[in-house]
Structures are given as structure tokens and as C-alpha cells.
């Protein structure tokens, strides 16, 4: 009778153990990828080159088109852009004065101009926002910067709208990280990355997604304002990293880490006010056919309590669709939290300077690795309910077909009400075993 009742105890701590596991880390075509660092060699051939020198607009005469900050134009932008099918119309938000006139716009790329039709104009007064639906007037498929003209003046985004033939399966997206241009750790990080730029465009992706730190900020130490002997301003740092993105000639969506807005006294100027200034709202929200992908930019005390319940917002409206989430680093668990509330296929981030992939409740996360390691993924989305990295599979159709986390959330419960009531059967058993 002892020995049984010692069995009995044993299965049922094997149980309760193997019911918590399940909770904490379930696994895709029963796979379990475990977060291990990887070490990657760091490019030591660096180029003694100082970033003022790519500031010479007669050597990159593109550059004072790249480095504007938002000015009328709101989205689509360089780090928003908007990816279209032959006759697609294209949202656009414009800041101006409700008495402003004579709108035009185009999409300019080399060789070509196409104009854009406006179809409807609407003024909001509460933003103080005029919305537009334009059409191309010609179906032209390319990367295309926006062009506006109107009674107050002009705007120009570059690389912010993409016309495609027809979006289809399966589309490719590009996954990088952690640029922290101008230098890093005494590696000059700028020309390491451009020295990458045609390693990356090689890759043939539909487009890129940046997971944040895309200035290194106050520690650029390196790179100097030769008068205060303090790093480059942030705006300067900003201007800099999105010339060497465009390059790239890719719509990429850019989302901010610490790096891009703590504050420092080291710099002379606000990199979130800086942040804003180029880059809008600190959440994106964008669908590539069933595909929803949400971003948030914030510093490293998280978002804002109105910014989370933004990014909430968007994800209840898109809870029956697969969602890919895209974030630096999971700062005060909002990411965590987010996972917990939502179903969320695909989870991109960066910050941990390493490349990583695992599988937790049925969601895969990617970590990459910094650009100044000469690193970057690219994700395949093969259909509405799987995707491909590394030539590994997910399937997330019972993610989409089955609440994981309510049904997850019942089964622990149930299983420790029978481990409860079995234990207790137990303690019983073996009293009255003691006593026999």
C-alpha cells in the first residue's frame, strides 16, 4: 500500500510539472527553439571615414531630399510607406490649414512621374488634418518617392510609396536591427553598414522591417561636434542613418528603441521631440493581404498608458487575422502583456544584439542580430497560416482557428483541480495506511 501510494505521489508531481511546462512553452510542428546567444564575428575593416563627409550634397545630392523631417506630408513617409496593387487608391494625410488649396500630387522616381488623381478630401478639425484618396493616374510598378504642391508650399518623402502588380503568396520580409549609427563600441558603424547595403538588397524582399536603435544617441562617442567635443545631435545621427537607408531602395517600416530616444545631456537636442519630428505616432499599424502587422516605438520606460491602449485597439479590431508584431524590446512587458491578451503569430524585435528564434504558446519570436554584424533575416509568408525562416516551417492554423490562450487557460485549470483532489486522495490513502 506504501509503495503505491508513493507511485501515486510521484505520477502526480510528474503531472503538475508537465501541466505547467505545456503552459509555459508549446511548440510548432513540435519544435522548441530554445533563446541561446550566438556569437557572430563583427567586421573589423573599417573604412576611417567621418560621417560629415557623406553630408557633402554635391557628392550625394539625394541626401537633402532623404533628411527631411515631416513637414505637411504626415503619411505615408519614409518610415510609414504604403505598398500598393495596380489601381489601389492611396490614403494620405496632410497637416495645413483648413483654407489651404491647390493640392497636386505625384510619385517621382528616376526616369518617371506619375500623377495623382484626388478622389475625396476630407478636413478634420479636431487634428487639423486634411485625408486624401488619390489614385495613380498610370499603373507603374516600382519604389516611388511622394511629391506634394500645394498654396502653402511643398513636401517630399522619399522611398514612401511601393505600386506592385498584384500582391500575392508568398511575399518575402526583411527583418533588421540594432544599426546604431554613427559608431558603436569604437566600430564605425556607418560604413559598415553601407558596405552591407548590396548584400541586402541582393536578398529580392518585398519589404523591410527595422526593429529599432537606429542611432546610437549620447554613447556615439567616437564622432564628436569638433566645437563642444559632445556626440552629434540626434537629429544629426537621424539624418545620417536615414540616408544610408535609403540606399537600400526598399519601403521600410521603422519603429524607435532606447537608443533613438533616452535622453541624455550629452546630446544638445531631445531625441524623442527629434524621434517625432521624423517619424509621427509611436505605433504603426499596416496589411499586406490576410497578414495584419502592428509596430510601437518607446523609450525604456515603455509606452505611454495612451499609446498601449492604442496598440490594443488595433490588435482587438485584428484579432481574427494572423498579426505579426513588430518592437525593440519587451520594456515594462508590454510585448509580453500584448501576447497574453492576443493572438500573435510572429513577434520581431531586436535590442539583445544577437540573432535568436524559439517558440512560445504558439508564437515564434525572432530577435535579430545588429546590422554592424552584418546580420539580417529574411521571413517568408507562404500563406494566411504559415511562415518560413531558415527553411523551418510554422503553422499557426490552430492559432487561428482556436483561442490558444482561453483553451490553454482552462486545461491548467482543470488539470490542477484533478492534481488538487488527486493529492488530496493521496494524503488520505497514506494516513490511512500509517494508521492500518
Same mark, same amino acid.
Given at each position: 500500500?506504501?509503495?503505491?501510494?508513493?507511485l501515486?505521489?510521484?505520477?502526480?508531481?510528474i503531472?503538475v510539472f508537465s501541466?505547467?511546462f505545456?503552459?509555459?512553452?508549446?511548440t510548432?510542428?513540435?519544435?522548441?527553439?530554445?533563446?541561446i546567444?550566438?556569437?557572430?564575428?563583427?567586421?573589423?575593416?573599417?573604412?576611417a571615414?567621418?560621417p560629415?563627409?557623406y553630408?557633402?550634397?554635391?557628392s550625394f545630392?539625394?541626401?537633402h531630399?532623404?533628411?527631411?523631417?515631416l513637414?505637411?506630408?504626415?503619411?505615408?513617409?519614409?518610415?510609414?510607406?504604403?505598398i500598393i496593387e495596380?489601381d489601389q487608391?492611396?490614403?494620405?494625410t496632410?497637416?495645413?490649414?483648413s483654407?489651404?488649396?491647390?493640392?497636386?500630387? #505625384?510619385?517621382v522616381?528616376?526616369?518617371?512621374?506619375?500623377s495623382l488623381?484626388?478622389?475625396?478630401s476630407?478636413?478634420?478639425?479636431i487634428?487639423?488634418?486634411?485625408?486624401f484618396?488619390?489614385?495613380p493616374?498610370?499603373n507603374?510598378a516600382g519604389?516611388?518617392?511622394?511629391q506634394?504642391?500645394c498654396?502653402?508650399?511643398?513636401?517630399?518623402q522619399?522611398n514612401?510609396?511601393?505600386?506592385l502588380?498584384?500582391? #500575392?503568396y508568398?511575399?518575402?520580409i526583411l527583418h533588421?536591427s540594432d #544599426?546604431?549609427?554613427?559608431?558603436?563600441?569604437?566600430?564605425?558603424? +556607418?560604413?559598415?553598414?553601407?558596405?552591407?547595403?548590396?548584400?541586402?538588397?541582393?536578398?529580392d524582399?518585398?519589404?523591410?522591417?527595422?526593429t529599432?536603435?537606429?542611432?546610437e544617441?549620447?554613447p556615439?562617442?567616437e564622432?564628436?561636434?569638433?566645437?563642444t567635443r559632445?556626440?552629434?545631435?540626434?537629429?544629426?545621427?537621424?539624418?545620417l542613418s536615414?540616408?544610408?537607408?535609403d540606399?537600400?531602395?526598399l519601403?521600410?517600416?521603422?519603429?524607435?528603441?532606447?537608443?533613438?530616444?533616452?535622453a541624455s545631456?550629452?546630446?544638445p537636442?531631445?531625441?524623442?521631440a527629434?524621434?517625432?519630428?521624423?517619424f509621427?505616432?509611436?505605433?504603426m499599424?499596416?496589411?499586406?493581404?490576410?497578414?495584419s502587422?502592428?509596430?510601437?516605438?518607446c523609450?525604456s520606460?515603455?509606452?505611454?498608458?495612451s499609446?498601449?491602449?492604442?496598440?490594443n485597439e488595433i490588435?482587438s479590431?485584428e484579432?481574427?487575422?494572423?498579426?505579426?508584431?513588430?518592437?525593440?524590446s519587451?520594456?515594462?512587458n508590454?510585448a509580453?502583456?500584448?501576447?497574453?491578451?492576443?493572438?500573435i503569430?510572429v513577434m520581431?524585435?531586436?535590442h539583445d544584439?544577437?540573432?535568436a528564434k524559439?517558440?512560445s504558446a504558439?508564437?515564434?519570436?525572432h530577435?535579430?542580430?545588429?546590422?554592424?554584424n552584418n546580420e539580417?533575416?529574411?521571413i +517568408?509568408?507562404?500563406?494566411?497560416t504559415?511562415?518560413?525562416l531558415?527553411?523551418?516551417v510554422?503553422d499557426?492554423t #490552430?492559432?487561428?482557428?482556436?483561442?490558444?490562450e482561453?483553451t490553454?487557460?482552462?486545461?491548467?485549470?482543470?488539470?490542477?483541480l484533478v492534481?488538487?483532489?488527486?493529492?488530496?486522495?493521496?494524503?488520505?490513502?497514506?494516513?490511512?495506511s500509517?494508521?492500518?
Amino acid at each position: 500500500m506504501k509503495d503505491k501510494s508513493r507511485l501515486c505521489f510521484l505520477l502526480t508531481i510528474i503531472i503538475v510539472f508537465s501541466s505547467f511546462f505545456v503552459s509555459q512553452s508549446q511548440t510548432i510542428d513540435g519544435l522548441i527553439f530554445l533563446d541561446i546567444p550566438t556569437n557572430n564575428p563583427v567586421q573589423t575593416s573599417i573604412n576611417a571615414t567621418s560621417p560629415t563627409e557623406y553630408f557633402n550634397e554635391t557628392s550625394f545630392p539625394r541626401y537633402h531630399l532623404v533628411a527631411r523631417p515631416l513637414s505637411i506630408i504626415q503619411s505615408p513617409h519614409k518610415g510609414f510607406p504604403a505598398i500598393i496593387e495596380y489601381d489601389q487608391n492611396i490614403s494620405i494625410t496632410a497637416l495645413a490649414n483648413s483654407d489651404t488649396t491647390n493640392w497636386e500630387f #505625384s510619385l517621382v522616381s528616376t526616369g518617371t512621374n506619375i500623377s495623382l488623381n484626388i478622389l475625396e478630401s476630407t478636413y478634420d478639425e479636431i487634428d487639423a488634418f486634411w485625408n486624401f484618396e488619390v489614385k495613380p493616374s498610370e499603373n507603374i510598378a516600382g519604389l516611388y518617392d511622394l511629391q506634394l504642391n500645394c498654396s502653402v508650399g511643398e513636401d517630399y518623402q522619399t522611398n514612401s510609396v511601393k505600386i506592385l502588380a498584384e500582391k #500575392s503568396y508568398p511575399f518575402k520580409i526583411l527583418h533588421i536591427s540594432d #544599426s546604431h549609427i554613427p559608431s558603436y563600441a569604437g566600430m564605425n558603424t +556607418t560604413d559598415i553598414v553601407l558596405n552591407y547595403i548590396d548584400s541586402i538588397k541582393s536578398l529580392d524582399v518585398d519589404f523591410a522591417i527595422f526593429t529599432g536603435d537606429l542611432i546610437e544617441g549620447a554613447p556615439a562617442l567616437e564622432y564628436v561636434n569638433p566645437i563642444t567635443r559632445k556626440p552629434l545631435a540626434a537629429e544629426v545621427q537621424v539624418k545620417l542613418s536615414l540616408w544610408v537607408f535609403d540606399l537600400l531602395d526598399l519601403p521600410i517600416y521603422i519603429i524607435g528603441g532606447n537608443h533613438d530616444l533616452d535622453a541624455s545631456t550629452l546630446l544638445p537636442d531631445n531625441p524623442t521631440a527629434v524621434w517625432m519630428n521624423y517619424f509621427g505616432e509611436n505605433y504603426m499599424h499596416y496589411n499586406f493581404l490576410d497578414w495584419s502587422f502592428i509596430g510601437f516605438t518607446c523609450t525604456s520606460e515603455g509606452l505611454s498608458t495612451s499609446d498601449f491602449a492604442s496598440v490594443n485597439e488595433i490588435l482587438s479590431v485584428e484579432e481574427d487575422k494572423p498579426n505579426l508584431l513588430f518592437y525593440h524590446s519587451n520594456y515594462k512587458n508590454h510585448a509580453s502583456n500584448l501576447r497574453a491578451s492576443y493572438k500573435i503569430e510572429v513577434m520581431l524585435y531586436g535590442h539583445d544584439h544577437h540573432e535568436a528564434k524559439y517558440v512560445s504558446a504558439s508564437t515564434l519570436y525572432h530577435c535579430e542580430a545588429p546590422m554592424f554584424n552584418n546580420e539580417s533575416s529574411v521571413i +517568408t509568408i507562404l500563406n494566411r497560416t504559415s511562415v518560413s525562416l531558415d527553411d523551418v516551417v510554422y503553422d499557426f492554423t #490552430s492559432l487561428l482557428e482556436i483561442p490558444t490562450e482561453k483553451t490553454s487557460f482552462s486545461i491548467l485549470i482543470f488539470t490542477g483541480l484533478v492534481n488538487f483532489f488527486v493529492v488530496v486522495f493521496i494524503i488520505r490513502r497514506r494516513k490511512i495506511s500509517q494508521l492500518d
